[in-house]
């Protein structure tokens, strides 16, 4: 069964909101007051406090920017949070029967604003020791997993500082646990609804034990509670540790409304041999600054990252992928595809750190932008630093360009009409992400939500047209 | 093996050398207003040039020093002598020049290339021109080849036109200290139309210890014409460290082309912080062909401002990082105008510890339609002690830009030393040919004597490691 629980929020008066600088954060609530107001309302164990505690220093201590690379391109100035009061205490739930699962899915965790609206499991993931729940649930019925996983924040990038904001002030949380040797055939949904005028920070935990698979569809759409024009916040992190030969696909849709700005930093330690795919799309919000960590600390262990991001309107897209080689022979694969319309912006900046033990890397960064409009403008960042020469490859390319004329020409002269043999282009230019994602029925989302965007772009501006 | 390294010192003894120069006049250690006031007084300077170096130094003091690229913290800036000047006036024959300073450009081999082929030399000996000569045909045709103190004299009008336009006292803290203390470097001036038919060269050197060199250089080239400048540039080698921060300007008018060549071989204790921007207005061609050998940290990005339609800009930059160095270098491409054209190429080489670092900007401004851009960085490491790090930022705000990037990383492969090797060359010769194939795309622009005194210098570079 699902135990809702009703949300108690703690409203914080409207703060008028303060003149800010391109790197000041939008928002002032995060402080002492408000992490001994969670602990206290959730009634959380000692360790806890003092962990959040810790990150709160952290948080405090650490620039908005932590790399030199790319300090001048942090722009916050389309956020204005003061009125996203954080949620305090959040409904708590454990995925313990398969009532409300869809077809085709193992698992789905729908976390409503601050309600848990399903949770739910299928039953042979649970009698393979699958587990699904929120953190506020694992933290009252098993703490000794609860504090292993969650003290010290070992899976949250020690310089960012959203992320120990995060740990700090996390008020929502899921944890995907696959024991080791367990094969979860269909993919595990995690659905995050979100867009009331408020706050929602929150961490999202994958652990995967030595040589289980899995896949993991997170979805961030909009919640019923959606006020226009008044901004929201959803601050979170995914922490995923995958065991030795362990395989993750792990998906994320972002589809929030034009008020939400998305923080969201993603760190994965992956052991030896172990390997994942991630397949991100980057299409709502007004301001989104994600930063993806990928620690490929064991020998033979494998990423595949590929992103896109569809922009339009005013939309910032601000994208930073860290990929540190640190075991033998391991492999990385990178790729940013970014199409822009109207006056959008994206920041694709990723680095890739070989180290001196990554003896045999190969690794490979490409960062490709399609611009549309005369007014919209990308920014393609993808470095290198090399410790270690002995590697199988260590390269990087970038392009950026409007529709392929020559691609248009064959369409056209094929009998297609040039609005359609555009959309073709720029969907085709997509496809790669919406393949990979591990459910079919989240794929057709993704197609029809780019393809609704693109025809809202060439029916609103006509700035489509113009390329 | 030893007999080679022995052979390899003594060549390179030649071109380390310190002189006791007996100093005319040189100002005291450290910079302040006074330090200013007095240099200009020293040059006897009009009354703006003095308000300019107050208003660089006053800016210089409000600046921070930049915290990326490479270590800075070691310079101190109370140490430097920031002028000082070897004899009383400008030498216009050969025979006038101080035996002491013969001496020293004899080893350098200036008059012998001199009479061999090249049109002009200027040299700088620390921080005053004290030998120039132009060709006569090249005075009968108007091409001006002279210090840039006497030419603040003797071409008031052009030199108040361009100076300080391209580069900004203000543009970064090295820029505004020698916009505040500059002396000394070249000043090219060829009106319309006119084609030099041979490169015009200047040497450059620092004698002295702790003798900071902030030459200033400014290159005029009129509607339609064509010039080749060439600089390069030995130190005595000291314990202490020197500071080299050059500015160069180049205003390349309409239909007009330049080419810069570069060969840095400063010795491993010179910091060199140059700053180097070009203008190229409607259809003109700026070239900058820049290669860093020496230096302890060099932090060199030569710049082209695309500012008139149809300009084409190319930059070749190679750098090669030995033990204790740190090779910052990189080219930047700002289009500001349709239908310009820019291409970067890099090629690194990393080896006993020393890092090499690509850094290189490629921005297309809004109305710039049109535009073709391609970056190229490639990276040699020749062992697991090197670093090599490639950092471009490309930032793109029109649609039908065409952008490409590509960066590579590599080792020099075993298969073909060993395929060398089955040829009867010694792994040393292996090696180095295969470096010299590497950067052969920089040393095919040059002119053959250079071709030749460059390969000799990395094979020196070479075999000092190996040896």
Known sequence: ?467 | MTSTRDLVQDERDQFAFHDDIVYLAQTKRGLTRDTVEEISRFKNEPDWMLQYRLRAYEHFLKRKMPTWGGRLADIDLDKIVYYRKPSEREEKSWDDVPEKIKATFEKLGIPEAERKFLAGVGAQYDSEVVYHSVREELSKIGVVFMGTDQALKEYPEIFRTYFGTVVPAEDNKFAALNAAVWSGGSFVYVPKGVEVPLPLQAYFRINGENTGQFERTLIVVDEGAKVHYIEGCTAPIYATDSLHAAVVEVVALAGSKVRYTTIQNWSNDVYNLVTKRAHAYANSTVEWVDANTGSRLTMKYPAIYLRGEGATAEVISVAVAGRGQHQDTGAKAVHLAPNTTSRIVSKSVSKDGGRATYRGQLKVAPGATGVTASVRCDALMLDDQSRSDTYPYIDINEDDTTMTHEATVGKVSAEQVFYLMSRGLTENEATNLIVQGFLEVFTKELPMEYAIEFNRLVKLEMEGSLG
């Not at chain 1, 002032?28 to 003092?50: I, K, N, S, Y």
């Not at chain 1, 969650?150 to 944890?175: F, M, T, Y």
């Not at chain 1, 698979?213 to 008044?230: C, D, F, N, P, Y």
């Not at chain 1, 390269?395 to 009998?415: C, K, M, N, W």
Request: proline content about 5%; overall charge negative.
């Open chain 1, 1 to 467: 069964m699902t135990e809702i629980v009703e949300p108690s929020p703690v409203d914080a008066p409207p703060v008028k909101a303060p003149r800010r600088l391109r790197a000041d954060l939008p928002f002032v609530f995060a402080d002492r007051v408000l992490v001994e107001t969670l602990v206290a309302e959730r009634r959380e164990p000692a360790w806890l406090l003092e962990d959040r505690l810790a990150a709160l220093a952290l948080f405090e201590a650490l620039p908005v920017e932590s790399s030199q690379l790319y300090t001048p391109y942090v722009d916050l100035r389309a956020a204005s949070l003061d009125g996203a009061a954080p949620y305090v205490v959040t409904g708590a739930a454990a995925a313990s029967s398969s009532s409300g699962l869809p077809e085709g899915v193992a698992g789905l965790l729908e976390i409503d604003e601050d309600v848990v609206s399903v949770a739910a499991l299928s039953d042979e993931a649970r009698a393979a020791g699958v587990r699904l729940l929120t953190l506020g649930e694992l933290v009252a019925t098993d703490e000794r997993l609860a504090r292993e996983l969650l003290a010290g924040g070992a899976l949250i990038p020690v310089d960012e500082k959203l992320a120990e904001l995060s740990r700090a002030a996390w008020s929502q949380g899921v944890l995907v646990h696959v024991p080791a040797g367990v094969r979860v055939e269909q993919p595990i949904v995690v659905r995050w609804a979100v867009g009331a005028p408020r706050s929602v920070i929150g961490r999202t935990l994958i652990v995967l034990g030595d040589g289980a698979e899995a896949s993991v569809v997170e979805e961030l759409v909009t919640s019923g509670g959606v006020i226009s024009g008044a901004q929201a916040m959803l601050c979170a992190t995914t922490e995923i540790r995958l065991g030795a030969h362990a395989r993750l696909a792990m998906a994320s849709l972002q589809e929030t409304g034009p008020d939400q700005v998305v923080f969201q930093q993603r760190r994965a330690d992956i052991g030896e041999a172990a390997d994942l795919r991630w397949a991100l799309a980057q299409l709502g919000a007004r301001l989104v600054r994600s930063r993806v960590d990928n620690v490929l600390a064991g020998d033979r262990s494998t990423v595949e990252q590929v992103e896109i991001v569809f922009g339009s309107s005013d939309q910032l897209h601000d994208l930073t992928s860290y990929t540190r080689h640190v075991g033998r022979d391991t492999t990385g694969q990178l790729m940013s595809k970014g199409v822009l319309m109207d006056r959008a912006r994206t920041y694709m900046k990723g680095l890739i750190q070989i180290e001196k033990t990554a003896i045999g890397t190969d690794s490979y960064l490409g960062e490709f932008g399609m611009n549309l409009s005369k007014a919209a403008r990308a920014v393609a960042i993808p470095s290198l630093e090399i410790d270690q020469p002995d590697c199988r490859r260590a390269a990087h390319s970038s392009s950026v360009g409007p529709i392929d004329e020559t691609q248009l020409f064959y369409l056209e002269s094929r009998g297609i009409a040039p609005d359609d043999a555009r959309k073709f282009i720029v969907l085709g230019f997509l496809e790669p992400v919406v393949a990979r994602v591990p459910l079919e029925e989240a794929q057709d989302r993704l197609r029809e939500a780019l393809e609704a965007k693109w025809d809202a772009g060439l029916a609103g501006t006509g700035a489509a047209t113009a390329a």
